[in-house]
Every structure is written in structure tokens, then in C-alpha cells.
């Protein structure tokens, strides 16, 4: 079968499909969190470790996965990534206790190089401009696949349990695993020379202020739809009294706002520079939570209030994080898979402490403020990023001139 092994790009589809997959792995299965804090008798603080947790471990991951591809190619390591997949999914599936699910369930974040090295496969093939716009559309696309994710989720938990959503995961890992595969050919042509040395370079990136005023910027941008995965479980059922089917439907309106926000940033993209796009998106971000916030402390206690105001988590979102993920890499051009995986490392990381300080602050009292609060200072700090690395490049496009 070696002859049918990739050796050129990857197609669009295919670059879609692998990041698309990253989310999917994390967010099919949460309709069900409730259901299986019942079967496997713990709290709901217990089985968010199956969200925070994951997210934790993801963030390790991705401070190794940039330099190994760096090192090694992008294609190796997610094959590698894609088999730890499948075999710990296996692990889940079987598993008759809580802490061998989670042991498991945490080994599945090997699935995040999907999104951090697809990024890296777009800045190898392409110069910053088309990035932007490939990234765009990867955006836009993939976001489809996450607002339907939930929802499948969902009915399968009602019909046929919630090991049914990881047998779903386990086709998804194999098909992946043929798709890269068939697919994905090596895009990284400048490889390192040692592991060692490209893990060395981290210090150079560390002392970029770009590169701490985008990573922060992305870093709590995509914590705050992590914290919205882990606490909208519980603001749905416990304050709100969803059904697992309606819970999975809503947890799609922020890739619904994701999706508009991203086919806006391939547009807008033209015309106004990076740390422009990407502080658009903060304001339209920031504005829609603060006025569900607001709606909510007056009293407006409702699915609109609380969900309506999550779309414009995703607008903001879609229209600014490819710019910052081109930023990011721009720092340092032939570290372009360090700083996606650092920066990745950073936003998973960032996102697993507001998961779980949704776990621990959240209660069916103040369920819907603590929520709604805990997203915008979220917001709040991605935006005092974003105005702080546009104030850096325009210094810089002033001293060229």
C-alpha cells in the first residue's frame, strides 16, 4: 500500500475535514455529559474533567506536536496522532468506570494536531494574504460540521446511549487516518535539523511582543467558546430544563456565528489589514455578550437572552481568528509550526481554566450570570490584546516608512 501514499499537497477538502475533526471530537458527545454523570454515579464537576481535562492535555500536546513537525513533517505526526485516536477511543468505549473513561477520554486530545498543524500545512503551501483567505474559508467551512456535531450527538444519546457517539468517533479516526493517508503529502520542505534545537527556538518566540499580544488574543478568544462547551451543559438543563436534542441544536449557535463571521473575514480581508479584522471581531464579541449580560441581571432569563447573545461569540470569532493565526506565524516565518503549536498550547490551555472554573463557579442559582460573566471577561481580555498588537504593527509600519 506504500505506492498509494500521498505525495502532494493536501486538497482544501482534505485540510477541512482534519481540523474539522478536532472540534468534533470535542463536542459531539457533551448533550450526554448529564446521562453519563448518572450512569457512572458522579457529579457534574467530576465528568467536566472529561472536557477539562481533555483541554488540558491538548495544551501539553501542542507545545510537542509544533517542533515534531518542525522537525519530522506535518503528515508523520498526524498519522501518529490519528492511530492514538482510534486506540484510545477503543479505550473509551469500553471503559466500566469513571476514571478509565477519563484516562481514556483524555488521551483522544492526540486528535488537536488536526487543528494546529492544518494551519501550519496553509502557511507552508502560501504567503500571508492567501492564508488568510484559505484559512477563511477552512474556518467557515468546518464550522458547519460543529453546529451539527451537538445536535447528532444528541439523538443518539436518546435513542441508543452515550457510547454510541464514540463509536461515531471511532469511523471518524479510521476514515481519517486513510483520508491523511491518501491525501496529505509533506508540505514542510525546511525541516530542522534536531528536535532539540527547533524546541530551543520556544525563547526566540517568548521574547516576541507580537507573538504574546496575538497568542493572548487567540488564546482567550477560543477560551471562551471552550468555556461556553462546558458550561452551557449545565446552564441548559439545570437553569433552563433542555432536553439533551435541544442542548445539542443550541450549542450550535456559536458555529452558526462562526460560519457568518468567517465568510465576512474572506471578504473583508481585502481591504483591512490583520490587527484590523482582528479587532473587529473582538468589538462585535464583546458587545453581544455584554448586552445578554445585561438583559439577563435585569431579569430576561431565556433561551434567547442566554443562547442569542453566544452567536456573537462564534461573529466575532470567525471574523478575526485566521488573522490572528497568520499573525501568530508571521512572528517568525521559519517557525511557523512552533509558534502554531505553542500558541495552540496557549489557547487550549487558557480555555481549560475557564472550563473549569465554569465547573466549579457555575450552579443552577446563578447559573445564567456566572456564565454569561465568565465569557466576557474572557472577551474583555482578548480585546485589550488584540488593541495592544495593533498599536505594535502600526509603531513598526511607521518606522519602515
Request: with cysteine; proline share 2%; charged share 10%.
Amino acid at each position: 500500500m506504500k505506492f498509494l501514499a500521498a505525495k502532494s499537497n493536501p486538497h482544501l477538502i482534505t485540510l477541512i475535514v482534519i481540523t474539522a475533526a478536532s472540534i468534533v471530537s470535542l463536542n459531539m458527545f457533551l448533550p450526554s455529559l448529564a446521562n453519563m454523570a448518572t450512569e457512572f454515579d458522579v457529579s457534574y464537576r467530576v465528568m467536566n474533567i472529561s472536557v477539562a481535562g481533555y483541554l488540558a492535555v491538548t495544551a501539553f500536546l501542542q507545545i510537542i506536536i509544533g517542533p515534531l513537525s518542525d522537525r519530522y513533517g506535518r503528515r508523520i505526526i498526524l498519522l501518529f496522532s490519528v492511530i492514538i485516536f482510534c486506540f484510545s477511543t477503543i479505550g473509551c468505549i469500553y471503559s466500566s468506570n469513571i476514571w478509565w473513561f477519563l484516562f481514556f477520554r483524555i488521551l483522544q486530545g492526540a486528535m488537536i494536531s488536526g487543528t494546529a498543524l492544518s494551519r501550519a500545512i496553509v502557511r507552508d503551501m502560501m504567503d500571508s494574504k492567501d492564508a488568510v483567505k484559505i484559512l477563511s474559508i477552512i474556518a467557515m467551512a468546518m464550522a458547519i460540521v460543529p453546529m451539527i456535531a451537538p445536535l447528532i450527538g444528541g439523538f443518539l444519546d436518546e435513542l441508543y446511549g452515550w457510547r454510541t457517539n464514540f463509536w461515531v468517533y471511532l469511523i471518524m479516526g479510521v476514515s481519517l487516518l486513510v483520508l491523511i493517508w491518501l491525501d496529505l503529502g509533506e508540505t514542510n520542505t525546511q525541516k530542522s535539523d534536531t528536535f532539540h534545537k527547533q524546541f530551543s527556538t520556544y525563547p526566540k518566540l517568548f521574547k516576541s511582543g507580537k507573538f504574546w499580544g496575538y497568542s493572548i488574543c487567540m488564546s482567550s478568544s477560543v477560551a471562551c467558546f471552550y468555556g461556553f462547551l462546558s458550561g452551557a451543559p449545565l446552564v441548559a438543563t439545570k437553569v433552563l430544563n433542555l432536553p439533551p436534542t435541544e442542548l445539542g441544536l443550541l450549542i450550535g449557535t456559536t458555529s452558526l456565528g462562526f460560519f457568518i463571521g468567517s465568510f465576512f473575514s474572506t471578504k473583508f480581508s481585502k481591504y483591512l489589514g490583520l490587527t484590523q479584522m482582528i479587532l473587529v471581531g473582538r468589538v462585535i464579541a464583546v458587545f453581544g455578550i455584554s448586552l445578554g449580560l445585561i438583559l439577563v441581571l435585569k431579569g430576561y432569563i431565556s433561551t434567547f437572552t442566554i443562547f442569542g447573545s453566544m452567536v456573537f461569540i462564534g461573529l466575532g470569532n470567525g471574523f478575526s481568528l485566521p488573522s490572528s493565526h497568520v499573525g501568530i506565524m508571521n512572528v517568525r516565518s521559519d517557525l511557523a509550526g512552533s509558534a502554531s503549536g505553542l500558541s495552540g498550547a496557549m489557547a487550549v490551555a487558557f480555555g481549560a481554566i475557564v472550563a473549569t472554573l465554569m465547573g466549579i463557579m457555575l450552579t443552577e442559582e446563578n447559573g445564567a450570570y456566572s456564565f454569561l460573566f465568565i465569557l466576557l471577561i474572557t472577551k474583555l481580555i482578548s480585546l485589550i490584546a488584540a488593541y495592544y498588537v495593533h498599536i505594535i504593527e502600526a509603531s513598526s509600519h511607521k518606522i519602515k516608512k
